[in-house]
């Protein structure tokens, strides 16, 4: 989850507090700030749409590329090597933007094996709770004069988080841990009564990497600020800042990037993604089911008649991939033809809501690993 910035409406007494969500503890509560926020709940599938908005606009997509070396003409880095699937690949460019995130440093050291650390990394964790009933909002939770943690509605579950606490090593091996998932239950029940944070009520739990400035001090601390350096080459590093405000972020990077690709005017008008407009025109199969309709359209917006298409003439796509969630086979083949799906875990993680609501198991994973594989055999 992601937030942007909170537009503070009014404070409410206690009394009013609870009567718009009941499920807070009502000990030692004095009142609630009432605020509106922009929540960022899948951000899987808004880098989705970006990717195929990319895509669409001519870029190349290559999901699963690793970037082994860069090229260099001159004295100028002038691409990269990129390895796929056991397949190096040289791509040459008049500009290359190292937006590796939490490798970003990784990338910075292909050129100069000596260069030293320009960021550090935090680790946020998240769980995801199942719900007797739904909540009507979404709760900031003070934790002292620093920190704040959520509890946000997701589909129809809770999801709590975040934490806050260096990491160091491989990027790829953050992982959530027990005294992480302890952490996450613990702050919540300041605000949750028990029966709402139980461990048994624990459907998923994940992690990711923040991107912060090198600096001392605790990463609590630390600005959320995006950072632009160039290395000795002329690659333009971007690291840190938050995903919702990753157009400002793309639109500084190529207000710096002028001179380089010969671009002498940048629109900065709002462009919708993929997905985004044609709502009121789409039609969706009838007989759907109200959660699934509900899900879809939630997803994929107006791509999910795209997304149901193939069912007209295979009916067996409309199955539901587990009996307590909503979400299809038809997505399966979809993240697979469209979505540049390669592996369950693109399916299960980032694609569809199966992982988070727990429904992860192997038996599903070979499911969708069948379902891929037929797919990329045609």
């Not at 009567?19 to 929540?39: C, K, M, N, T, V």
């Not at 917006?301 to 009996?323: I, K, W, Y």
Request: charged fraction near 25%; aromatic fraction near 4%.
């Amino acid at each position: 989850m992601a937030t942007a910035t909170a537009y503070l409406d009014r404070v409410l007494p206690a009394i009013d507090a609870l009567s718009l969500e009941p499920a807070i503890r009502p000990d030692d509560l004095r009142g609630a700030g009432y605020y509106f926020d922009d929540l960022l709940l899948f951000p899987e599938r808004l880098c989705l749409e970006n990717v195929r908005a990319a895509v669409e606009a001519g870029a190349c997509a290559l999901n699963g590329a690793e970037v082994i070396g860069l090229h260099s003409s001159n004295g100028r880095i002038s691409g990269a090597e990129v390895r796929v699937d056991g397949e190096e690949i040289a791509v040459h460019a008049r500009a290359v933007v190292n937006a590796a995130g939490p490798w970003v440093d990784h990338v910075r050291r292909l050129e100069d094996p000596r260069a030293g650390s320009s960021v550090r990394l935090s680790k946020g964790a998240h769980v995801l709770l199942t719900l007797d009933e739904g909540w009507a909002a979404a709760l900031t939770i003070a934790q002292d004069d620093v920190r704040v943690t959520f509890a946000v509605p997701w589909h129809d579950m809770l999801l709590l988080g975040t934490t806050d606490a260096e990491h160091s090593g491989d990027p790829g091996a953050v992982a959530v841990t027990p005294a992480d998932v302890e952490q996450i239950l613990d702050e919540a029940s300041v605000a949750l009564p028990a029966d709402v944070v139980a461990r048994d009520r624990l459907a998923a739990a994940y992690a990711g990497l923040r991107v912060l400035p090198a600096g001392d001090g605790e990463s609590v601390s630390a600005k959320r600020e995006t950072v632009f350096t160039r290395s000795p080459g002329g690659m333009l590093n971007v690291a840190g800042g938050k995903l919702t405000t990753y157009r400002r972020i793309a639109l500084q990077a190529l207000d710096r990037l002028g001179t380089d690709i010969g671009l002498h005017r940048l629109d900065a008008r709002p462009w919708p993604l993929p997905g985004a407009v044609g709502l009121d025109q789409m039609v969706l199969p009838k007989g759907l089911e109200p959660d699934v309709r509900a899900h879809l359209l939630h997803l994929y917006g107006s791509l999910a008649a795209e997304v149901l298409a193939p069912a007209a003439e295979d009916p067996s796509l409309l199955e539901r991939l587990h009996p307590d969630g909503p979400d299809i086979v038809a997505e399966v083949r979809y993240a697979a033809t469209h979505e540049w799906a390669r592996s369950a875990d693109d399916v299960l993680r980032r694609r569809t809501t199966c992982f988070h609501r727990g429904f992860a198991d192997d038996a599903l994973r070979d499911r969708v690993e069948n379902i891929l594989a037929t797919e990329l055999e045609r």
